[in-house]
Structures are given as C-alpha cells and as structure tokens.
C-alpha cells in the first residue's frame, strides 16, 4: 500500500497544508480517504488527477473533510472518467444530489455544458459523445460496522466520538497484502477505537492541541495531545505513528509534538506533510 499525504491540515487557511486528503494506492486502485478544501490542488501537483482516483471514502462531513468532493467529482466528470464510487456517512447522499441533482447548486453549470451547441462541440471534438449525461457518481451511504470490499482489499468502519450527535463520524481500518494501516479521522478518546487499532502496522491519527494547551473539559477527551495519541498507540500494539492534522499554531513546536510522541510511544513517530508518500 503507498499512501500519499494530500493533505495534512485543519480547517484553517494554511498554504503549508491542505485540509484533510489521503491516498492510497493499492493494485489497480486509488482511494481517497477525505477529500478536503485543497486537496484537488494537491492532488494535480502529486502528478495525478481527479480521473485517477477511484474510490472515496469520507470519514466525517465537517467541510474540512470534504469540501473538495464537488470538484472532484466536476472534475473526473470533465474528462470522462467512470463514475466515482463513494462511500460515507449519511447524508452524502442528499448532499451529491445537492450538487449534481437536476436541481442542485451546479444545475446552471452543468445544462450549459451538456445542452449548449457550443460546449457540446467541444466535449465532441474531445471524443465525447452525445447526448453528454450528468454526473452520477455511486454513492453508498455507510455506518459503523459496515465493510467496504475492493479488489484484493477490505475496509472495516469503527465510529469514534467526535461532532455527534450532529455528524457521524467515522475511523477505518483498510486492509491488503497482508498489512493494515488505521486512519482515525478525527477521533476521540475511545476504548472501542483503541481495541480497533490492535496490532495495526501504521496508524495515521488526527493531532488538534499539544501537550500543555488548554481546552474546554468538553474538548479535553475529543483532542488527545501527541503524548495521549501515542500511549493509545503503544497500548494497542500499532507498529508506527504517523500524526496529521496540525493547525498552523502547531508546526513550530513540530519537534516538541514528535519527541512527547515517541516518549510515550516508543517506536518511529512522525508528522505527515503534504505531498510526502509512505509505504503500509
């Protein structure tokens, strides 16, 4: 499994990090996990495009996670690429035909590209044929517990607390040629996540404070710090830490997050950057 850090980010406006967009390729497949504000642009600048990923998988539905998911699928769209197939939450259903229903926010967009002489000669001239068809990617509304199967992969779905009870809000644990890697999304302090996480080979965990920042006792247990994430981390056996998600705040004390990490930890720490690329 390779997996490319899209991006590495937080709600924030950041030109160091994108929000939150991973890729893994495995065989034949690429699949996102996020797709977040920036993660297209990323995306392009990787050496990929939007018709290279064929899978996306969304952890939560905070915009930072996935803003770029219209975009994507526009993009894809435009040069002619299968259906997406996405997975996620409820209500990404409601939100896709939001986007690309006959009457959603793009319908303007999308009569003028399909219906006009003008655009339909272009689509033409690119070997498209008519009549050009609407969007449509396949969207598979999921929960906890439920399984994704791919082509000599598997994805198991842990839901950790994190915006309920207004979002569900998902962690997976994807699985291929004998290995496993854990993408929390941003999750909570939680037991059942933690026994999730058991025996992993990479577990790449959402980091919002550090060590010794003060917060609500309401977002004390929804943020662990660095050291907290990697004690769960040490408990549960996982053979590397990967963190992500940093604010803008956050980078210069990168080093002071890594060293309280791999205090508790014990094992190879890091903090994931954008366009950087690992092997699960």
């Given at each position: 499994?390779?997996?490319?850090?899209?991006?590495?980010?937080s709600?924030?406006?950041?030109?160091?990090r994108?929000?939150?967009?991973?890729?893994?390729?495995?065989?034949?497949?690429?699949?996102?996990f996020?797709?977040?504000?920036?993660?297209v642009?990323?995306?392009?600048s990787?050496?990929?495009?939007?018709?290279d990923?064929?899978?996306l998988?969304l952890?939560?539905?905070?915009?930072?996670?996935?803003?770029?998911?219209?975009?994507?699928?526009?993009?894809?769209?435009?040069?002619?690429?299968?259906?997406?197939?996405?997975?996620?939450?409820?209500?990404i259903?409601q939100?896709?035909d939001?986007?690309?229903?006959?009457?959603?926010?793009?319908?303007w967009?999308?009569m003028?590209?399909?219906?006009?002489?003008p655009?339909?000669?272009?689509?033409?001239?690119?070997?498209?044929?008519?009549?050009?068809?609407?969007?449509?990617?396949k969207?598979?509304?999921?929960?906890?517990?439920?399984?994704?199967?791919?082509?000599?992969w598997?994805?198991?779905?842990?839901?950790?607390?994190?915006?309920?009870?207004?979002?569900?809000?998902?962690?997976?644990?994807?699985?291929?040629?004998g290995?496993?890697?854990?993408?929390s999304?941003?999750?909570?302090?939680?037991?059942?996540?933690?026994?999730?996480?058991?025996?992993?080979?990479?577990?790449?965990?959402w980091?919002?404070?550090?060590d010794?920042?003060?917060v609500s006792?309401?977002?004390?247990?929804?943020?662990?710090?660095?050291?907290?994430?990697?004690?769960?981390?040490r408990?549960?056996?996982?053979?590397?830490?990967?963190?992500t998600?940093?604010?803008?705040h956050?980078?210069?004390?990168?080093d002071?997050a890594?060293?309280?990490?791999?205090?508790?930890?014990?094992?190879?720490?890091?903090?994931?950057?954008?366009?950087?690329?690992?092997?699960?």
């Amino acid at each position: 499994m390779k997996l490319t850090f899209l991006g590495t980010g937080s709600p924030e406006a950041y030109a160091r990090r994108a929000s939150s967009g991973y890729l893994l390729e495995i065989g034949n497949d690429r699949l996102l996990f996020d797709c977040g504000g920036g993660v297209v642009d990323r995306l392009i600048s990787s050496g990929r495009s939007p018709a290279d990923v064929t899978h996306l998988v969304l952890s939560h539905l905070h915009s930072d996670h996935m803003l770029d998911y219209p975009r994507l699928v526009h993009g894809a769209w435009d040069a002619g690429a299968p259906p997406l197939l996405v997975w996620g939450p409820a209500p990404i259903a409601q939100i896709t035909d939001g986007y690309f229903g006959r009457s959603g926010v793009l319908r303007w967009d999308l009569m003028a590209r399909t219906e006009l002489a003008p655009s339909q000669a272009v689509w033409k001239a690119r070997g498209g044929t008519l009549p050009r068809p609407w969007p449509t990617p396949k969207v598979t509304e999921i929960g906890a517990g439920d399984p994704i199967e791919g082509d000599g992969w598997r994805i198991e779905t842990c839901e950790v607390p994190h915006a309920q009870p207004a979002l569900m809000c998902l962690a997976f644990r994807i699985f291929a040629g004998g290995r496993s890697l854990v993408y929390s999304g941003d999750a909570g302090t939680s037991k059942p996540f933690e026994r999730f996480c058991a025996g992993a080979d990479m577990l790449l965990h959402w980091c919002y404070r550090l060590d010794g920042e003060e917060v609500s006792p309401e977002m004390a247990s929804l943020t662990p710090t660095p050291s907290e994430t990697a004690a769960m981390a040490r408990r549960a056996g996982v053979g590397k830490l990967v963190l992500t998600h940093f604010r803008v705040h956050m980078d210069a004390r990168r080093d002071e997050a890594l060293a309280a990490a791999a205090e508790s930890f014990g094992g190879p720490v890091s903090v994931a950057e954008d366009l950087g690329v690992v092997e699960v």
